[in-house]
Each structure stands twice: as C-alpha cells, then as structure tokens.
C-alpha cells in the first residue's frame, strides 16, 4: 500500500506539489492571524467547586476589568504631586467605559508603606467587548503615565494577559525565525547541499502554514489560548524536519543500492520503507497528543488538539510533499559519501558507523555494567520529582522586567494592608447565622490563615469571605488551606451549609485532582495504543514493552530535570529566568506526554530498521549473534538519522527556549532535555544494552520458536548452538543491510 502511494506520488508529482502549494497559500491568508482570535482558557475545570463559585461570585459582586497603577519614586505629599495627580483621577472618571476610580488623592485610597506611594485600581465596564476593554485600558494607561513627577507603574490583570499575547507572537516569530536559520546551516552541512537542505525546512514550513490554517478553525469550535499556538509551530517544525530526513536518507540509500531503477521505483521504495517508520511514529506521537485530550484540561485540550493536527499534517508531508520535492529535484540530492564544505567526502560504500553506532557498540561489548549503570543516571536525574510542588505562574508567566509584573510585585509588597486571597468561601446563608458565624470563626483560627475578611453589599442571604495564607496565593500552604475548608465544611457540624471554596488556589486544588482523576484513563490509552502500534511494527510482545519503559524512564528524568531547573532554580539566572518555588500545575503532564510521544519518534525510526535486519536475517546462525547483528546494522543504517533529526528537533526546542515567556523556557528546555536523554542514554546504551542481553527473546511473539517463524522462529539450532559464522555483530557491520 505505501509503495503504491511512493509510486503514485512519484507520477503525480506536480499535482501533489500544485495541492500542498494552495494549501500553503490558504494558511498564509486565512491562518496568519491565528493569534488575533485566541482567547484565555479557564483557570480550572468546567464545573468545578472553584469554576462554580466563581461564577456565582461574579452574578452577587460583578466587576469589570481593572487597571492597577502604581505611584511611587516621588514623597506623596509633594504639592506638585498632589495638584497633577488630581487632576489627572478627573480625566481618567470622565474616559469612556470607566466605571470607578479609587485613588488616594480624591477618594481616600491607599497610602504604600513607605509613605511615599500610593495605589490607583481604575474599573471598566464589564459590558464592553475585548476591544473596546482594551481602548479604554490603553486609554487610561497612558493619562496615568502623565502625571508627573513620579514612576507609574501600569498593570493588572487584563493587562498582563494583553502582554503575554503579544510577547506569545513575538518570541514565536523570533523563535521560528532563529531555529529556521540555524536548521538551514544544519541541514547544509549534513546532507551535501544547499537544494536538498531546502527539503525539510520547506516542509517544515508548510506544516506550519497548514497547521495554522486548522487552527484558525479550531478557534471557531473550541477556546486556544496563545501558548497553544506556540507548541503547534514547535511541533510542526519539529517533527516535518524528522520525518523529512529520514524520508531523504532513504531515497538517497535506495537509489545508490539499485542504480538500475527508474525514478518511481526509488520513491516507491523509499516510501515503502521510511514511510512505514514515519506512519507509526506520527501515530506514536498522536497518540500521546490523545492522552493530552483525555486530560479534559482546557488549556491542554486546545494544546492537543491543534498538535494532534501537527503531527497528521507533518506524517501526511512525510508521506507525500517530501517525496514528490524528490521525484521532482532528484537531481539536487547529492549521492551517499558526497560531502561538501567543511565535510570531507567519503566513498560511496563505505561504511559510517556514527556516534550511535559506536554507543550500540561499547553497549554490546558490556551489556550488563551498560545497562545499570545508564539506568542509574536516569534515576538520579528523575530524583528531583519527589519534591514536585505545582501551582499556578499567573502574572510569573511574564519576564521579571514586564511592567505589568513588576506592578503586581510592587503591589504585594509595598501594601501590608492588602491581603492576596487564596480562598474565597460562600456560603448559601446570611451571617446571622449561628452555624455560619461558627464556621467563618474555625476557618479564621485554623493555623494558615493570616488575614480575613467579609465581602459586603451582597444579598442578605448570603455570605461570603475571603482568606489569606503564608506564603504564595496558589502555594502548597494555600492549597492545603483550601483542602482543610472543604473538610471542614463537609463534617457533621456544618453539613446542612451549602458552602462552595473559590479562589486561586482553589482552582490549583480542583485542576490537580481533576488531572490526577482522568490520569489513569490517558495513561491506559496512550500505553496500549503505543504497545499495539509496536506489536504491528515488530511482531514482539517484548520490545513494545521495553520501549515502554524505556519512555518512562526517559520522562521521568526529564521532568526531574525541569524541577531543579525551574522549581529549585538550578541555573536560573544563565537561562534568564526567576524560579517561583514549583511547576504550573499542567506543565509535568505536558511535558511528560510530549516527551513520551517524540522519545517514541526515535524509537519507531530505529526499531523498524532493527526489525527489517531480523527479518532478513541468515536463519543458519546461531539467533543471538542474528540479533545482536540485527540490532547494531540497524542502528548503525539509521542511526546518523536519528542523530541528525535529533540536532534539528534540538535546535528548535532550544530556539524556543530563548522565550521571555517562563511556560515557552519549560517547553523548550524540557524537550530538549528529553531528547538529548533519548538519543544517547536510552537509544545508545540502554536499548542495544537490554536487546543484547535479552537475545533472541527479544523477538517473543506470533511464531516464536517455530522454524523459519516471522517473529522469533529460527532454522538453526538453539540458543546456545554456534553455526559457522558466529562472528559477533561489529565485525559484521562492514557486510552492510541486506534490507
């Protein structure tokens, strides 16, 4: 079936190349502007106790946008001072769409304690559209910035979020625009040739176009915020340059190996084979993209479903764009061994082992010490996730430099007289209640609470209180507070109260619970769907379950990784960031899920290599040597692929990573991280390691032990039987692939 698509290509070449053109063309016009129709994503799950209160909150106490300035630099009893910031509190009541202003200049706001600042909160309109919130917002941003003499600080909520889109495009664009150059010098170098270097990156750049272009789609279905987007181009970029190289390598190896073949029988061919690895590694990292879904989380669903959209777009490019741009510039591929500057070229034939294959090597030669001793390193690494501590980055997403942060930061700590609530209570009953007034008095004694205080002017039937606690407002001391609330309100005393707990840390509470409720299902999915898809490939029930655990183990040191370097701050000031003390409480899954399904990518790509060399095997020898044979030709064949695709995907991660956005830094370094884990310690120690000791068991499937069987039978003798040529795999490599 793949072949007759690499044939089919191969003949319809300009009309493949004429369609993914419009579609490029469509992405360019309808989806560049993805990021003008995004939108913020729920802070907890829909119905939710928080979500709940929360919309309920705002039906007894509705409230608009708020502006949050801050003056300060200058003593406040400054007459000059006094009479500019007069007037200028006039002209921002008279802007349209502001509902109030409070100052301390005319209406008996707050003085900083320092005694020479002082706080203004400007409230908007909760009727005027996205649109017409920022006009205004932009409005009385800039009367503030008038009044003299003083630093202004301008920020608040809608502010913040206004910042983050913006700098979401820029760091996307930089980000794209710097991993793009670099890939293009990469791929240079490797491959020969500035025409074929162009391969993958105009794939890669039509994924992005298309990807964009189902995304402003998606828009119109579901809510994707601006951090969705960013993983979308990452992946797509990622992933079209993967699959475009190994398509490439393969051509250009079935081209050299039957010279005498037309053109269509070397696409058909090379489709047959790498399009093979490409279709099950996109359905690998599909599926991972699954488990996100399955999550429910709102901003990991958009997330997944946009890079679900990636990875079928990049697998359907492997499958058809990059062999047509090779039927139709064949000429501009450079033959194996030809090398450019600054390579030297080599001959045709001869034999490149690479840093792969001389890894597979030094594994084969000491499985055992090999495989504990890389093992060991990845436990270590994965040590860190004990003191795993989630909560919600808020206005931390932002740089430290930001205005926006710094006038929160400004906020919390110039003002002890504004308390940061972590938990909002209410309670479906007036406060003249006895059982109210006894509950609001436990939760005001328990030991985390710092500051309380009652909302007013609501209904009389009901009441409603805020709590501070130590520390951060969705901090691990927040968060038991909520969760101690909750206990309480639930016991005997107070269960005919309808009480419902809102507030930030309580979303941080209801999102944990809810991911770790749905985890199970996401991880079951993503297990048994990934074991089936490497049954299919290798005919094993083995190795699925080994690259299983080897993922794992690949994930877990990945995000132990991410929290010394994040939670802890270990290096933070070299990558530019401010650590928080913990992980945003979706970022360990995401990453984790990423991690799983791209570690997958390479696993796919040498596991079909290795299965082929099985297969083709001389069943005379003794199984063992034909395993460690088929094991290191395999990886030595794909190996500078992998390695190759690895540098780029590499190079893009880290290209992101130069985000001023700290969730952009987690995605990019994480996933570097894991990728500079999985190509050398997993898929150039551990798995040669772990194949080599398990031997012919490797191949435990349909068949095994029968003569001549598909998946482990064989013709010669057992396991311990020596045929006449036992040779071990190194000195074999030289014979070359019999595939």
């Known amino acids: 079936m793949l072949e007759s698509l690499g044939r089919w290509v191969a003949r319809r070449r300009v009309i493949v190349l004429a369609a993914w053109g419009a579609l490029i063309l469509a992405g360019v016009v309808l989806g560049g502007g993805v990021f003008d129709h995004t939108s913020p994503v729920e802070d907890s799950p829909t119905g939710s106790e928080s979500k709940l209160a929360d919309v309920r909150l705002d039906a007894l106490d509705p409230e608009g946008e708020i502006v949050t300035a801050v003056l300060t630099g200058t003593d406040f009893y400054s007459p000059e001072l006094i009479a500019n910031a007069g007037a200028v509190m006039q002209q921002l009541r008279e802007v349209p769409g502001v509902v109030e202003v409070k100052d301390a200049y005319t209406s008996g706001g707050i003085v900083g304690d320092d005694g020479r600042s002082s706080l203004v909160t400007v409230e908007l309109e909760q009727s005027l559209d996205e649109a017409s919130t920022l006009a205004a917002a932009t409005e009385v941003s800039e009367l503030l910035r008038t009044i003299e003499p003083a630093d202004v600080l301008v920020g608040g909520k809608f502010l913040a979020e206004q910042a983050f889109v913006d700098r979401a495009v820029t760091d996307a664009a930089i980000g794209e625009g710097i991993a793009i150059v670099v890939l293009f010098v990469l791929l240079v170098v490797v491959l020969g040739g500035v025409r074929v270097a162009a391969f993958p990156v105009v794939a890669a750049l039509a994924v992005i176009a298309v990807a964009l272009l189902a995304l402003s789609g998606l828009i119109l279905l579901m809510p994707v915020n601006e951090f969705a987007v960013n993983i979308v181009t990452i992946l797509s970029l990622g992933l079209a340059v993967d699959y475009s190289l190994l398509v490439i390598a393969r051509f250009r190896e079935e081209r050299h190996r039957h010279p005498e073949a037309s053109l269509v029988d070397w696409v058909g061919a090379t489709v047959a084979s790498s399009g093979r690895a490409v279709l099950v590694s996109g359905l690998a990292v599909f599926i991972a993209l699954v488990g996100l879904m399955l999550l429910g989380d709102p901003l990991l669903s958009g997330m997944a479903v946009g890079g679900a959209a990636s990875v079928l777009l990049a697998t359907l490019a492997g499958l058809t764009l990059v062999p047509a741009m090779l039927a139709a510039f064949s000429r501009h591929v450079p033959a194996p061994g030809r090398r450019r500057w600054p390579l030297r070229s080599i001959p045709a034939d001869a034999v490149r082992v690479g840093a792969l294959g001389r890894l597979a090597m030094l594994a084969q030669r000491r499985p055992v010490a090999v495989a504990v001793g890389a093992g060991a390193v990845l ?109 309480l309100a639930g016991s005997a005393a107070y269960a005919d109260l309808e009480v419902q707990v809102g507030g930030p840390a309580a979303e941080v509470v209801d999102t944990q619970d809810h991911l770790l409720e749905r985890l199970p299902l996401a991880l079951g999915v993503v297990l048994v769907a990934t074991f089936g898809l490497l049954f299919a490939l290798t005919r094993s029930v083995v190795i699925p379950l080994k690259a299983v655990v080897l993922n794992a183990l690949t994930v877990a040191a990945t995000v132990g990784a991410l929290v010394a370097v994040f939670q802890w701050g270990w290096g933070a000031g070299l990558l530019g960031f401010a650590p928080w003390g913990a992980l945003d409480v979706t970022t360990p899954l995401m990453i984790a899920l990423l991690a799983f399904g791209l570690s997958m990518d390479y696993e796919v790509f040498l596991l079909a290599r290795i299965a082929e060399e099985w297969r083709a095997r001389d069943r005379s020898i003794d199984p063992r040597v034909a395993n460690d044979r088929a094991v290191l030709r395999g990886i030595t064949a794909t190996g500078p692929v992998v390695t190759t695709a690895a540098v780029a995907i590499g190079v893009v991660f880290l290209g992101f990573s130069a985000s001023s956005l700290v969730g952009m830094k987690e995605v990019g370094i994480g996933m570097a991280i894991a990728i500079l884990l999985d190509v050398t310690i997993v898929r150039g120690l551990l798995l040669p390691a772990l194949m080599t000791l398990l031997g012919r068991w490797n191949w435990v499937g349909p068949g095994f032990g029968r003569r001549g069987g598909r998946a482990g039978g064989d013709a010669g003798g057992g396991e311990t039987g020596r045929s006449a040529d036992s040779r071990p795999a190194e000195a074999l490599v030289e014979s070359g692939s019999r595939s």
């Open 379 to 487: 436990l270590l690494l994965a040590a860190p996730l004990a003191t795993l501590t989630v909560g919600s980055s808020d206005i931390r997403a932002l740089p430290v430099e930001a205005e926006e942060r710094r006038t929160s930061e400004f906020v919390d700590a110039g003002f002890a007289d504004l308390s940061e609530t972590a938990a909002s209570v209410l309670i479906s009953a007036p406060v003249t209640d006895p059982r109210v007034v006894g509950l609001l008095d436990e939760i005001a004694a328990h030991e985390l609470v710092i500051d309380a205080d009652q909302v007013l002017d609501l209904p009389q039937d009901v009441t409603v209180a805020d709590f501070a606690a130590p520390g951060d407002t969705t901090g691990a001391e927040a968060q038991q507070l909520v969760r101690d609330i909750r206990s």
